[in-house]
């Protein structure tokens, strides 16, 4: 008799287990659901207006204007780092680091280019380590790696990496946030990477029917200890990484939807559909920009505010506040920042650099 009461309350146990797990189960679905039904929906198609102006999220405008030198004369602006007292500038034509102070005044540059210890044959993009005030080089040296440098170009380590990357952020515990989201390989998406450059985990991956190949200057944005992406490529939904989760933070849905499959790249002159082609994103605001060779649709411009939720389309940017066009985007967005290139008419003089305080 005893054997039997024992049986039976194992039975009940367990039964009561199943039922939990069942309801968990709903509950975890029902969340799903309804993260999927609070989806953004944001229509390209239809423009709010034909330029979204300066003024709607532009506080002010800061110019620095980088020195030309014999030294120094920069080829290419890709991406812009600003750290204390200095501006480091990446030049991707000419695969240095350029180093300036905060009024455009050159001081040097990285100059580690070789393949002995310490030198690098191409930088892929680069970030500052504001834990250890170092400077951070994706680079490869016979494997995908970070090489770090003080900020006057002393080399000081490197970190192996456990797979190739087109660009990265640093984490707050020095872990990496790597991606490779602009290949057409169903592999392709944004990983964490330990602080030792090793125990690779996927965070968002490419669906197998979205394999075009994209070239961005960058995929992953940063702000205090956030690091932002927009899952690839034509997914748009805004993930935050923070600590050392994952979250969906703004779940955009693109409209028009995909028209067909890319189950393998295609000629992005032949692309029908709406491509992303830029994504910034800072404490405030969010802006990125699509393209389609459909001559109906054409560029379109998305703006987001964080503050209230509002969004606008439209064909162009315009800067209404000085009547200086807009220049070349960069990644860096902390302290509530968007930054620029602008390129003058003389060839042989290094460009200025804007700084758009936000609202």
């Known amino acids: 008799m005893q054997g039997i009461r024992i049986f039976m309350l194992c039975m009940m146990m367990r039964l009561t287990a199943v039922i939990i797990y069942c309801w968990i ?12 039904s609070d989806a953004i929906e944001v229509n390209l198609l239809h423009t709010d207006v034909d330029t979204i102006a300066y003024s709607a999220f532009v506080d002010s405008i800061e110019y620095i204007p980088l020195e030309t030198t014999e030294e120094c004369l920069v080829g290419e602006v890709t991406d812009v780092v600003m750290a204390g ?6 030049d991707a034509k000419q695969q240095e680091v350029w180093s300036f102070d905060r009024s455009g005044r050159y001081v040097g540059r990285l100059g580690r280019r070789g393949e002995g210890p310490g030198e690098y044959l191409s930088i892929a993009q680069f970030e500052y380590d504001h834990r250890d005030s170092l400077l951070a080089v994706l680079t490869f040296v016979g494997a995908p790696c970070v090489q770090y440098y003080s900020p006057d170009g002393t080399y000081v380590k490197t970190v192996k990496l456990g797979m190739p ?9 020095g872990s990496f946030i790597l991606s490779c989201a602009g290949r057409d390989d169903p592999s ?13 985990r996927p965070l968002v991956t490419r669906r197998q029917g979205q394999l075009v190949y994209t070239t961005f200057p960058w995929e992953l944005c940063s702000y205090g200890d956030v690091v932002s992406f927009m899952s690839p490529v034509f997914d ?5 990484w923070q600590g050392d989760s994952l979250r969906l933070a703004y779940p955009f849905r693109m409209l028009p939807a995909l028209s067909r499959e890319y189950e393998e790249t295609v000629s992005l002159q032949d692309m029908q559909d709406y491509i992303r082609s830029n994504y910034v994103e800072g404490e405030r605001w969010i802006y990125a920009t699509y393209w389609s060779a459909d001559r109906d649709r054409g560029l379109r411009v998305f703006l987001y505010s ?24 960069t990644s860096y967005t902390d302290g509530n920042v968007f930054v620029m290139s602008q390129y003058g008419e003389d060839p042989d003089s290094n460009p200025v650099i804007q700084v758009l305080h936000l609202k």
């Open 188 to 200: 392709a998406g944004i990983y964490h990477a330990d602080a030792s450059g090793g125990a690779v």
């Open 165 to 173: 990357a087109d660009d990265f952020k640093l984490g707050a515990d």
């Open 25 to 36: 189960a709903c509950l975890l679905a029902s969340c799903v659901g309804s993260a999927s």
């Open 306 to 329: 964080k503050a209230d939720g509002r969004h606008w389309v439209a064909r162009g940017l315009k800067n209404d506040m000085d009547a200086v066009e807009p220049g070349f985007w």
């Open 236 to 240: 748009n939904a805004v993930y935050h």
């Open 85 to 90: 007292d200095r501006l480091f500038v990446f």
